[in-house]
């Protein structure tokens, strides 16, 4: 296979923190607005592995490797959810996970021979054992929603809480500061399209992301434990939730350390409408089991 196939084939597995450069979150991303909703998610004693975003006071979506780990596919036990939109530090408040929920279709994230490239199922949601406050309301993006932002070229919102520099530091454990960026949405069509000679030249069979985000060289890339990550769009005091960060295909990313040297990245999601059961399920739960507060 010749060098440029293999660049336009390199696959950014995004809540794999890397051996010897530590990644950056949202690289050549800007200080996050408070959107009061985006969180990170420690498992332990691994640390900050994904990020997520608070649909409701104790509902928290992520996308379904961020509820694995990902060489065994065991679920992660002891988990917690930082407080959204603050660096993350060693000593900072964090909210016990009380349960989880997978999505049935959960697929392996690429550890066999025959690589899918997207897993299946890539939704997964943390329920809080405590609430979390939030503001404004949440509603799930529609398949004609998506298909609307896409065909208007409407940018959407991400915001992570992925590995940093080494130098950013609490008791010799990284701190985690929320980054932001926008991405233009990409049609699936237009990116099998563009992918289907390129994988049958691989052998790589899958790819199944329901939608995309266009990175380009030069500019904001999401990376290391940025999976998770919402993709949304606001509407006065309304958040429209498109779906979490998955992975991504094309071009070299820069959050290897390196240089983003290649062509364009597309980074595929999981969109929330495909999980609405999913969600119906997460939120019967929370009403069964309301929170009670502890008498003092």
């Known amino acids: 296979m010749n060098k440029k196939l293999i660049a336009f084939l390199s696959i950014l597995s995004l809540s794999i923190s890397l051996p010897v450069i530590p990644a950056h979150s949202m690289e050549n991303g800007f200080d996050a607005p408070v959107d009061g909703r985006t969180v990170p998610i420690i498992v332990q004693p691994m640390g900050i592995v994904c990020t997520g975003f608070l649909y409701s006071e104790r509902i928290v979506f992520t996308a379904g490797h961020c509820l694995h780990e990902m060489r065994t596919n065991q679920i992660f036990q002891d988990v917690h959810i930082g407080a959204p939109n603050v660096t993350y530090t060693a000593s900072s408040k964090r909210t016990v996970v009380a349960k989880s929920f997978v999505a049935s279709n959960w697929g392996n994230f690429g550890w066999s021979d025959e690589i899918n490239f997207n897993p299946t199922g890539e939704f997964g949601i943390y ?12 509603e799930v993006a529609t398949v004609e929603k998506v ?11 991400n915001i992570a809480y992925g590995k940093q520099l080494p130098t950013d530091s609490d008791n010799g454990l990284p701190s985690r500061t929320p980054k932001y960026a926008q991405f233009p949405l990409v049609s699936y069509e237009t990116v099998k399209k563009e992918f289907d000679m390129a994988l049958s030249l691989s052998g790589k069979k899958k790819y199944n992301m329901t939608f995309h985000v266009l990175q380009v060289p030069g500019g904001p890339s999401t990376c290391s434990a940025d999976s998770g990550s919402p993709f949304y769009v606001k509407e006065n005091d309304k958040f429209i939730y498109i779906g979490p960060v998955s992975n991504g295909i094309g071009g070299a990313p820069n959050c290897s350390g390196k240089p983003w040297e290649d062509s364009k990245m597309y980074v595929g999601a999981a969109a929330a409408y495909d999980y609405l059961d999913l969600i119906a399920e997460a939120e019967k739960f929370v009403a069964d089991n309301a929170y009670v507060e502890p008498k003092v």
């Open 147 to 157: 298909k609307q932002l896409t065909s208007s070229s409407t940018l959407v919102t």
């Open 127 to 138: 329920i809080l054992k405590e609430p979390i406050k939030v503001s404004g309301k949440v």
